[in-house]
RNA sequence: GGGAGAGUUCCAGAGUGGCCAAAUGGGGCAGACUGUAAAUCUGUUAGCGUAGCUUUCGGUGGUUCGAAUCCAUCCUCUCCCA
């Protein structure tokens, strides 16, 4: 069954991920799967840090530039449209290549979600406009009727998770923790049609914020400034609540100069590889290396007989 | 040369006799997170293993039971008149 191998590439931003994928890619003749929740929008290719031209034609990528930033897209949508994507992609080959910074879009394709409904765009609005004029403390309260058991164990200073439960709630009339009893990891995307291999890249905290701060100014000379104008009539979408172009926003907005918005991109960058570095290190299943070690890590992943080995 | 003002914990900036290891913001660090996740949220940030104790608010010396807060003096900086 399980001589399917889906290579999972992690790490935090800016650590090299999208290089040593192709590079693997390249090595076993395998396709690219991202896992990534900003490069699934079209049109935000430098400050997204799209693959290149060339690594897209080295290796196929998959689900990169998929929707339109007026798109609401989430954890959901990725877990279906990639498992659709992997299913293909396994009928040709034995090894799959999924990069990604996205922790929560890998545990969807790895580890699975609970059968949860895509929220309702008009309920998630008004239940948006009702938290902007009563204030998190009426969401609460109305959780607390709806779903005692979870409002005991939800982070109550956390709007999104809170309306997130409620939107649940007052959607399916059932309790969001009734819905959600599932062991998270008992069910891959694919139904065990494949085994993930879970390798990470670590480096240095000094060695990754020099990259970061260096790769920030790279995109500012890519021109990130003009594809960040581009897309400042969509600044209220999703999609561009995203480092690197909301700090830009604010450039245009004459709030912040270009200097102290370069310098905002910087700092939220680190800031945001420090979240995934947290998030990924409570994964025990994954290998972790140094970027220059291809050779250990085609080796790791050929002798993996499966997952939950590596630490 | 004369006059006015300021020096606070990593930074900015409150505090003007005890409730001050010192508000608040920023930055740093750590963490949480099952459909908004590059989002959202939390904790922590003088030292010592908590309690407690020790060293901080430009320097020094005073006043006081007690000082970041009052006095003297010194140093530095800013501004104004020359």
């Known amino acids: 069954m399980a001589d399917k191998k889906l290579i999972v590439v992690l790490g935090p931003t800016a650590s090299g991920k999208t290089a040593l994928a192709v590079e693997l890619a390249r090595r076993f003749g395998a396709p690219v799967l991202s896992a990534d929740s900003r490069q699934v929008y079209r049109r935000m290719k430098i400050g997204t840090a799209y693959p290149t031209d060339e690594e897209m034609a080295a290796a196929p990528h998959h689900m990169v530039g998929v929707c339109d930033p007026t798109e609401e897209y ?8 990639a498992a659709a994507v992997l299913g293909e ?20 394709l790895c580890g699975g979600l609970d059968d ?3 929220v309702d765009p008009d309920l998630r609005e008004s239940l ?13 309260a109305d959780l607390e009727r709806l779903d005692p058991e979870f409002y005991a164990v939800v982070d109550k200073s956390n709007p999104r998770r809170v309306q997130r439960a409620l939107e649940v709630c007052l959607q399916t009339g059932k309790t969001y923790s009734s819905l959600r009893k599932r062991d998270a990891g008992a069910d891959p995307a ?9 390798v990470g890249i670590r480096m240095p905290r000094e060695e990754l914020y ?12 890519a021109g990130l400034e003009q594809e960040a104008r581009e897309l400042y009539p969509l600044r209220d979408c999703n999609a561009l609540q995203t480092v690197g172009y909301r700090e830009l926003f604010e450039y245009f907005d004459g709030t912040v100069t270009l200097r102290q918005a370069v310098e905002a991109i910087q700092r939220n960058t680190r800031r945001y590889a420090k979240r995934q570095i947290t998030w990924f290190l409570k994964d025990k299943d994954t290998a972790w290396f140094a970027p220059g070690q291809v050779d250990e890590i085609v080796e790791f992943i050929e002798s993996a007989p499966g997952a939950g080995q590596a630490r």
Do not use: W
């Open 74 to 81: 989430s954890a959901g949508c990725y877990r279906q449209d």
């Open 89 to 108: 992609l396994f009928k040709e080959h034995d090894k799959v290549v999924c990069v990604g910074g996205s922790g929560l879009y890998i545990n969807a």
């Open 116 to 118: 949860l409904p895509q």
């Open 128 to 140: 948006t406009r009702r938290l902007e004029s009563e204030g998190l403390g009426a969401l609460c």
């Open 190 to 198: 694919g139904g065990g049609l494949f085994v993930p291999v879970k």
């Open 210 to 221: 020099a990259r970061i701060d260096a790769r920030v100014i790279n995109m500012m000379e």
